[in-house]
C-alpha cells in the first residue's frame, strides 16, 4: 500500500514509514522523504465508522421488524455511498511540517 505525502507530494510505501505518534484514529505518521507529521481525516474515518454502525444497526432492526423494509432498504443504500465517498476522500494530511522548514519560513 502506498501512501501520498501531503508536503512533498512523493509517494512512500507504508513499509517505509519508522516514526508514527499517537493511536487509533488520531494516529500520525512520519514521511520518510521530507519528514513532515501526517495524519488523517478524524471527522471523515469517524464518518466512516459512524456510517459502518448506521448500516449494521439499519440491517438488524430491518431484520427484527418485518415491516421497517422500506426505510431499513434506503438507509442501507445511503450508508454504503456514504462510507465509499468518504474513504475516496480520506487520505493524509499535513499536520506539521518538516522543522528546517519551519524554522526558514517563520510560521
Ligand atoms: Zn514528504
Not at 512512500?12 to 493511536?23: D, L
Not at 459502518?52 to 439499519?58: C, G, N, Q
Request: charged share 15%; glycine share 8%.
Amino acid at each position: 500500500m502506498l501512501l501520498q505525502c501531503a508536503f512533498c507530494h512523493k509517494s512512500f510505501s507504508v513499509a517505509k514509514v519508522t516514526q508514527t505518534r499517537g493511536k487509533g484514529i488520531g494516529a500520525q505518521i512520519q514521511c520518510p522523504k521530507c519528514q513532515a507529521w501526517l495524519g488523517r481525516h478524524k471527522s471523515l474515518t469517524a464518518g466512516k465508522i459512524a456510517g459502518f454502525y448506521l448500516a449494521a444497526f439499519a440491517g438488524l432492526a430491518g431484520y427484527f421488524m418485518d415491516n421497517m423494509m422500506h426505510i431499513v432498504t434506503p438507509t442501507i443504500i445511503l450508508s454504503v455511498i456514504l462510507v465509499g465517498v468518504m474513504h475516496i476522500m480520506d487520505h493524509l494530511i499535513l499536520i506539521e511540517p518538516p522543522e528546517d522548514v519551519v524554522s526558514s519560513h517563520d510560521v
